[in-house]
């Protein structure tokens, strides 16, 4: 248990003040007088294109330049990951087809962005237009190809081996459905922008709005052919990322505009509008699960299966790649004998798909949950009953999947039973029955309950720089990037801690490639447990080495040096009145100390939590209402409450957006229907119940603080919950199944068919 006591968000006063600076108020001087760029972006959704004439556009007034896609000389984006089809790389900018409605075509770069903004409107493109390719089975059957020298719109396959035929033919009840998870947009407050400028050294400042600016660095450097070392990215303040920001770390504009930058000898500003954010940011989950349950009818899940088509875009992202989560938890928190997967990812010609916020553990959740209700229902039994007897045991753990996955620790049963008890179950049921037998009601009540697992943090781990500075604070820079987490509230403590220092006397430094050059960056949930661990160990590396300067002072041997964490002093076993403080010891040379964290294997923990909602739902209209959202989350120990509950509600929100409101919505020619806020269905306060968050604390075995994460554990396991709520409300009316987003026109419909 790490005591890390909360000191108010050390972020918050200058986010408060307007002190902040994000990208489009940056106030440096390497971008005095910048020149604006703004993107003719695509109006169709597949097609040729013809001709592009800028003649207009290039004598406009206060132009500097136009550029096409064959002028920027770059490389296209690769693939995101190796085992994606190599074929399908992205163009910086298109230069013969387009394959979304909003990909960049051109770009304008002027004095102003206003006059860049007018004379974008003078480009005229001819189209040829081409078949487009929305729908996910079609895309699979490659009559019409989206890119056509790949010969395939396959990105991604991959399968488990399936489960033998006599198993299912042994489960008293075998259930098949699919299930369709919506595409969503991010939306953060923030839409991209970006900057970038050359200086007489010859390197690149690219200030991006990421949650991976090392991994800025690097695409920008390797696309435009550079020296490693040549561009230095700094992600300044960034409103809201979700995922949709992480990937690369970059989008195909940051790199154009680093090479316009060189190209004119001058700093340049870009900045998405709202609806162009829309349009061109990733957007996320679009996918269609093709689930099959099996068990007996005492309530023993026996096997399950998904087949998954997601949806990758035009170009494979880390969106491509969110099938693979179902290896992680597609078997949720239930001790399944058999189980098989398979994941398939095609190319549409709608905007490419990221690892939006759970990035595939949301729809694992939302598919394994809905299948324990069909199955529960089916031998009429009540879905927490069938949760609860098929629950992996508390003293099962670490415990390996059917499909391969090793959950680290858990409590399941706690979980789940504190949720009931927490929300009543009983009495809400109670109330439901009364109310359904009095058949008076117009306004039905529906109770769903979930409880779910999901992988956070592993892979490569985190590395953690801490120097002390002359007047005897501390500097800890790190990898990862925080975009609202409050990593400098919870890093600090923990480094603190260490060395016997005021939280004001650490510093922690994020953000800068030039410092960190080396960082996964802000994804997966991972800051805490990888960042954070990273943070801690150096600090314990620090102690070490400054053991080390204060025996040399002390004339004593290395050994024989403690450090009273108390008063921050160093002194030899004792003799406590001969001491030596930091400030002491950063007067005889620099003291620095480089930590690399990586759990071994690079193994993820396995986060938990369980959830129960309550809707009321207007059988005249199709209304829903949330009643009661309660949660019970368990990311191990819990470094900082205030900002752990601030993470759930906002996953929390999110799954409320997710199940009842949100999608991103294509019509059969590729055109999006939902751009901008005016359509796309963001809930807003007024939509939003009040949240009851607890937790349960099951320390993981992975890392010295036993830390999971949790910044998306709100929304895996919200999201499935409300479903089910919803649908158990309808279930009188013999509405048996129903996709997300569950609308009121959607839920109207169903009542009256």
Not at 549 to 574: I, K, N, S, W, Y
Request: net charge negative.
């Amino acid at each position: 248990m790490v005591d890390t006591p909360f000191e108010g968000r050390r972020e918050d006063e200058p986010l408060l003040r307007g002190q902040s600076t994000f990208i489009d108020g940056l106030d440096v001087p390497e971008l005095a007088g910048a020149a604006q760029a703004v993107f003719v972006r695509s109006a169709e959704a597949h097609a040729r294109l013809a001709s592009v004439d800028v003649t207009d556009a290039r004598q406009a007034d206060g132009v500097i330049a136009v550029y096409l896609g064959p002028e920027v000389d770059g490389w296209p984006f690769p693939p995101r990951l190796p085992s994606m089809n190599r074929d399908l790389w992205r163009p910086l900018m298109a230069y013969d087809t387009v394959r979304f409605v909003g990909e960049p075509i051109a770009m304008v770069i002027a004095e102003t962005r206003a006059a860049a903004t007018d004379a974008a409107e003078l480009v005229i493109v001819d189209y040829e237009p081409l078949p487009p390719v929305v729908d996910l089975d079609a895309s699979l059957a490659g009559e019409t190809l989206l890119h056509e020298h790949a010969g395939t719109n396959v990105a991604l396959a991959w399968e488990l081996d399936p489960v033998p035929d006599e198993v299912w033919d042994g489960c008293d009840v075998r259930i098949e459905f699919d299930l369709v998870h919506p595409r969503l947009g991010p939306h953060p407050i923030e839409p991209l922008a970006g900057a970038s400028a050359w200086g007489p050294d010859g390197r690149c400042t690219a200030w991006v709005c990421s949650q991976r600016p090392a991994g800025a660095k690097h695409v920008i450097e390797t696309l435009l052919g550079l020296e490693p070392g040549t561009v230095r990215a700094i992600s300044p303040d960034v409103g809201g990322g979700f995922g949709a920001k992480g990937g690369w770390g970059c989008y195909p504009e940051d790199v154009a505009v680093a090479w316009a930058a060189r190209e004119l000898g001058r700093p340049i500003r870009w900045a998405q509008t709202r609806s162009e954010a829309s349009l061109a940011m990733g957007h996320g989950r679009a996918s269609r699960h093709r689930i099959r349950i099996g068990g007996d009818r005492d309530g023993t899940i026996v096997a399950y299966a998904v087949d998954a088509l997601q949806d990758s875009g035009a170009y494979p992202a880390m969106g491509t790649n969110v099938t693979n989560n179902l290896r992680n938890s597609g078997t949720g928190v239930y001790d399944i004998a058999h189980a098989t997967l398979r994941g398939t990812s095609v190319v549409t010609s709608t905007t490419p798909t990221v690892a939006f916020r759970g990035a595939g553990r949301p729809e694992a959740a939302c598919s394994i949950e809905r299948a324990v209700d069909r199955f529960a229902a089916a031998i009429g039994r009540d879905p927490l009953e069938v949760r609860l007897a098929n629950l992996v045991p508390a003293d099962r753990f670490p415990y390996r999947t059917a499909v391969g996955a090793t959950y680290d620790s858990g409590n399941y049963p706690e979980a789940l039973a504190k949720a009931a008890e927490l929300a009543d179950y009983e009495g809400l049921r109670a109330e439901q029955a009364a109310r359904r037998a009095s058949g008076h009601d117009d306004t039905v009540l529906g109770i769903g309950v979930s409880c779910t697992t999901e992988i956070t943090g592993g892979g490569e781990g985190e590395r953690a720089t801490a120097l002390l500075l002359d007047d005897g604070t501390v500097d800890v820079v790190v990898g990862t990037s925080p975009h609202g987490q409050g990593h400098e509230t919870t890093f600090a403590p923990l480094v603190a801690a260490q060395l016997g220092l005021d939280v004001d006397q650490i510093v922690i430094s994020h953000d800068d490639s030039d410092r960190s050059p080396i960082g996964g960056g802000t994804i997966g949930s991972r800051s805490a447990q990888l960042g954070g661990s990273a943070a801690h160990g150096a600090a314990i590396d620090l102690v070490a080495a400054a053991r080390e300067r204060a025996a040399e002072l002390l004339e004593a041997d290395p050994d024989d040096v403690v450090l009273d964490t108390d008063r921050g002093l160093f002194h030899v076993v004792g003799t406590p009145a001969r001491s030596l403080g930091w400030a002491d010891l950063a007067g005889h040379g620099e003291l620095s100390v480089d930590h690399h964290f990586r759990p071994e294997g690079g193994a993820g923990s396995f986060s938990f939590g369980a959830c129960v909602a309550a809707v009321e739902v207007d059988t005249a209209t199709g209304e829903v209402q949330v009643r009661r959202l309660l949660s019970v989350d368990d990311a191990g120990v819990i470094l900082q409450p205030e900002l752990a509950h601030g993470q759930v509600h906002g996953g929390l929100a999110l799954a409320v957006g997710a199940a009842l409101y949100e999608e991103m919505h294509y019509d059969d020619d590729g055109i999006p229907m939902t751009v901008g806020l005016a359509d796309y269905a963001l809930p807003s306060a007024a939509e939003l119940p009040y949240f009851e968050t607890h937790d349960t604390v099951t320390p993981s075995p992975l890392n010295p603080l036993g830390v999971k994460g949790l910044g998306e554990s709100g929304t895996v396991v919200a999201t499935p919950a409300i479903h089910s709520a919803v649908l158990d409300a309808l279930a009188p009316f013999g509405v048996e199944h129903l996709d997300l987003p569950l609308t009121p026109e959607k839920i109207w419909r169903a009542l009256r068919t």
